[in-house]
DNA sequence: CAAGTCATGGCAACCGATTGCCATCGCCGG
DNA sequence: CCGGCGATGGCAATCGGTTGCCATGACTTG
């Protein structure tokens, strides 16, 4: 690999016009930067982005920490964090924690100095650890809200008040929401933004779990869910909500004849199952997108703007697993 | 940040002792080595990654080429490929390039040389250019064979055969394959072993496409499945299968009663959708986490090793989506 | 006791860029 | 004709580790 040396060897110019002539255009007369370039584009010349960064500490490196790669909440919103990144000529690193607290503080320690910035995913993390991480390197944070700390957020609260709005609108008066982790900032708020729906509309609805987040979490719902007396239940998201229908259906109980369901993020595979889950969509590739830009704009001024989060709006997609309530239960 | 000089300057000895305290655990007497490992954990010392990669070349970094994260074939393969690196101290690197062999090149070029190998999930770039490439860094392949550079496959053949075989005890005698992008190796792969298959069997089997690898390509295919005269169906892979069955299930042709579906990957969706998928399950994670143990292996030998491609299994997943051959096709 | 070996630590070059500061030169106005 | 200014290019320090080589001193061995 040539150097900065030996393209200024071969112009007989010093290294440091060279290294002026890629990046600071007009500090160098513009025919001797345009041989220079031409000189470098022949022999092939590539700045090595670790000496650059090492006197800068410009890496041209974002790290976006996801709790699960596999979660398919992930997908789209890796995809519009990659975009934003690419556009803006960053390198997005994507670190899997597994869903393990130490995990994450070790990817993170490790990446850490690599990176300029940090977009955490629903982290596992505690408030204070977040914030002393982001004391280290710009961070931002998304589907949870720390003061002081820039946030983008799905509008849940707008989406659970659509899906419980929808479900009253079929003659549901009893619904129940499946609970997801403890430690979850997004289950509190989709929690309480039904409650407060469901009391504007005049229903009643009860808490289930916490159930884990996945399909095995859903489907220990089932026989919990059976047994009570709801007729619709809104889940802690899609892979609860799918859990839950395929153990229903084991159970023998018929989604949406018997129970109505719905769900949360509009992953991929809510279209796809069966039968077509019901959803309120989460903007997943606009929360990459905009969780990076974010991030950038904040690096790139000196002061720390954006004091609010950012809300994204959500959606409710209605599907084939929510349905009139019927007369009665199935015994 | 401290630095070894802070922590040198704070023992009383030479910076490179520091370096070495931590680089070459023998190298320096235990008691300094000691004492100056104290002393950086109190100062909270933590080499700078960028710097020590600087002469040395070591990033601990490693990237995984995917042409499109959204794909869930990719999903466990990721994580596989993560756990490996991760064991290993290092960091892997996700590279999304969407499906486009330009987007590929300018990725490749500004992680490579950040980067100390390179794993090529289902690549699109030429034979010729990812040879260039291996020249370059020591690369694995995934899912494709070159001679010369280590590779990771599935054992397609096996699979494509016990999927033929599967639907041959279900009295099928008529089987169709829909092709993925003429590009795939996997393609070639799949469908040379399901045509060898079959004259073993003393089956038919037709070719249809080639189909976009997506739930749209699959969708495509559903009139022309429709109006042949096949019983069965084995599809490039899960996403067309799925897509295939939303397709036929549209102009009211039922799975697995009309035809019976087949898929490739086992990709998650193949088993929540409806009905569930009958696929042959390659070794998504085993696929990842054995291309960068592959690699790594390759990166601490000088010379490259293993010539041939290592085969991991794959094995046929019998669900929902394939029945015996019914008695006349529904007109 | 002399010569050789080993353990230990320091010096300084090096990786490849960036950048503050200085030198040179041409040109301009006074 | 002189002082000053802007344009241009070079020098050398710097980022923070790594490592080859050398110096020192202690210990072993014949």
Redo the contacts with the bound molecule.
Sequence with gaps: ?P???DVAAAC??????V??A???P????????ARIRQVAEEMG????P???A???GKTSLLALVVSDVTNPFYFEIIRGAEQAATEADYTLLVADVHESATAERKALERALPLVEGVVLGTSRMSDSAIRVMAQQRPTVVLNRVLTGIPSVITDNARGARRAVEHLASLEHRNIGYLAGPEASWADGMRWRAMREAAEMLDLRVQRFGPFAPTLTGGGEAAPVIAASNVTAVVAYNDLVAIGLMRGLAALDVRVPRDVSVVGFDNIFGAEICSPALTTVAAPLAALGKYAVQTLLAGMSSRTPPQVRPALLPAELVVRDSTARRARRRRS
């Design positions: 690999m150097t900065i040396y007989g110019v010093a290294p440091s016009t290294s002026r890629f990046s600071r007009g500090r160098v007369n513009a025919e001797t930067a010349y590539r700045a090595n670790l000496a650059r090492l006197p800068t």
